[in-house]
């Protein structure tokens, strides 16, 4: 399997988090989430390099983390922008010499190793690959509070990262999705605009993105499965 380079945004606000700053700072396990998933990446051996994207105004706190947990894999820390895409340009215009490049939420701490090196191998192959899950609830359209559909959900996914590239491919969908002021909630939006095939791995429901306080309960759950205790 090819080697990789992963492009972590980190530089949220965590509004529906609510904690007064950037969730990502928040402790499960009395380690920070950011921290959590990093630690994925760095254990990696396929993993070359991370970059990351922070708030200028926490760059220096993130650098005492990285420091003090012994991340050695962050490349560089680019300053991230107002949306998630923006913080993704902003390392994708960083990357200079990668081949296979996956983008993974920094919220996202419970990626495991096997899913990611499933999307390493098929982007190799394929061009351009995003992990997801089947939706296991009813599905509804719903306009001004009333159902117009009952959609048939056995070909719908719910979308999370890691999204790999061969990193042409997603350069060339940043690069048009900026000169066309598009703005996508993820990456392979950006891809699928431009006509590209885009292939899906399927994942776990462990991969949550770590959003709400729910979420975080759900996050404790996780790693008491995982690790005991
Ligand atoms: N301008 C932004 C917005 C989000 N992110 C990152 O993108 C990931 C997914 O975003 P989300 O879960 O929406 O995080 P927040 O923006 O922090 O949350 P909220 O939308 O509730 O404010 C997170 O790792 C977050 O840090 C980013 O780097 N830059
Ligand atoms: C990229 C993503 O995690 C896929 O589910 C999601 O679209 C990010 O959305 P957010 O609203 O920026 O959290």
Request: hydrophobic share 40%.
């Amino acid at each position: 399997m090819k080697q990789y380079d992963v492009i972590l945004p980190a530089a949220g606000s965590g509004k529906r988090m609510g904690a007064g700053h950037n969730k990502l700072f928040l402790e499960l396990r009395e380690k920070p989430i950011l921290i959590h998933t990093l630690e994925v990446f760095e254990q990696d051996s396929a993993c070359k390099g991370i970059w990351l994207a922070v708030k200028p105004e926490e760059r220096e706190y993130i650098q005492s983390l990285l420091v003090k947990y012994n991340i050695k894999k962050v490349k560089a820390l680019p300053d991230g922008g107002a949306e998630r895409q923006d913080s993704v340009y902003s390392c994708v215009k960083k990357v200079e010499d990668g081949e296979i490049v996956l983008v993974h939420d920094a919220a996202r701490p419970f990626i495991t190793i096997p899913v990611i090196h499933k999307l390493v191998e098929a982007a190799e192959e394929k061009g351009a690959v995003i992990a997801g899950v089947r939706t296991k609830d009813t599905m509804k359209k719903v306009e001004n509070g009333v159902i117009v559909e009952t959609v048939d959900r056995s070909n719908l996914w719910m979308i999370q990262t890691p999204q790999a590239f061969q990193f042409t491919i997603l350069q060339e969908a940043e690069n048009a999705a900026e000169k066309d002021q598009f703005l996508g909630t993820d990456e392979a939006m950006l891809v699928e605009r431009l006509g590209q095939v885009v292939h899906i791995v399927e994942s776990s429901y462990d991969n949550v993105k770590i959003t709400t306080k729910e979420d975080l309960i759900f996050g404790e759950a996780i790693l008491s499965q995982r690790i005991g205790g």
